[in-house]
């Protein structure tokens, strides 16, 4: 095999690897290798491991109001609608992981920009619940 042969297939494998690589990231991980970034957690299924894994640590914050998180929740979710987000922010240590939610995404990218002003650093806009296919707490 000529040496430009053996470049182009060392191209075409290396380029093939990142296309499966990108996929997976897309679909929110590596399967067997926990969450590939906290970006991933917007994704139902990576967000859902993530949750029933033991170790763990994150606030899961329901930001629509009190009625909406009564009608139904994500499991583990507590409840500080946006509305009120500011005055009552959440007694997490402001490094810790916080995921955001609401009815569609719009609150829960407001209530981000409220905890970044606040000094949070540790962030994830899951966006609606809308997009959380598994089962909810009523």
């Avoid at 997976?24 to 590596?30: A, E, M």
């Avoid at 009190?66 to 987000?85: D, K, M, R």
Wanted: glycine share 10%; charged share 25%.
């Amino acid at each position: 095999m000529d040496k430009k042969k053996l470049t182009n297939s060392r191209g075409l494998i290396f380029f093939a690897a990142l296309l499966i690589l990108g996929y997976y990231l897309v679909q929110g991980g590596i399967p067997g290798r926990g969450d590939a970034t906290l970006n991933s957690l917007t994704n139902p299924a990576a967000l859902k491991r993530f949750m029933e894994r033991e170790d763990s640590e994150f606030l899961l914050l329901d930001v629509r109001t009190l009625e909406e998180y009564l009608g139904g929740h994500i499991p583990g979710a507590e409840n500080s609608p946006v509305e009120t987000l500011a005055r009552d922010l959440p007694a997490v240590p402001k490094e810790s992981l916080i995921i955001l939610y609401c009815r569609t995404g719009n609150r829960s990218a407001q209530a981000e920009e409220i905890l970044k002003k606040a000094g949070y650093t540790n962030l994830v806009d899951f966006g609606g619940i809308q997009r959380w296919p598994f089962d909810l707490i009523k």
